[in-house]
Nanobody, 124 residues
Framework: QVQLVESGGGLVQAGGSLRLDCAAS????????MGWFRQAPGKEREFVAR????????YYAHSVKGRFTISRDNAKNTVSLQMNSLKFEDTAVYYC?????????????????WGQGTQVTVSS
């Protein structure tokens, strides 16, 4: 059974930092592209960042580029999202996801597995 378990969310003031972690189990982790998505109240789930199987290629949403950094540790089956210079509009539930498709995508519906999410709240 595949499990993706996020941790590290919380409340932070604007301009602050948070680090999210995702622990994966039940899948050949190094065969999966990993990503982070987020969903704010009343909005659709949106792509935040993704990282390739090997970790040598990353891609970010325009809204977070330069502030967020995605990384992975294939030895520990974990993927992380370092979030700096947080803004009020970054407030959302953040989800870890795994994708084994050949062609990378930012479309949530095409990702294979999802975590339960962790709340990030940025106070203005």
């Amino acid at each position: 059974q595949v499990q993706l378990v996020e941790s590290g969310g919380g409340l932070v003031q604007a301009g602050g930092s948070l680090r999210l972690d995702c622990a994966a189990s039940g899948l050949p982790f190094s065969n999966y592209r990993m990503g982070w998505f987020r969903q704010a109240p009343g909005k659709e789930r949106e792509f935040v960042a993704r990282i390739s199987w090997s970790g040598d290629t990353t891609y970010y949403a325009h809204s977070v580029k330069g502030r967020f950094t995605i990384s992975r540790d294939n030895a520990k089956n974990t993927v992380s999202l370092q979030m700096n210079s947080l803004k009020f509009e970054d407030t959302a539930v953040y989800y870890c996801a795994a994708d084994a498709s050949v062609v990378a995508t930012v479309v949530p519906g095409r990702w294979d597995y999802w975590g339960q999410g962790t709340q990030v709240t940025v106070s203005s």
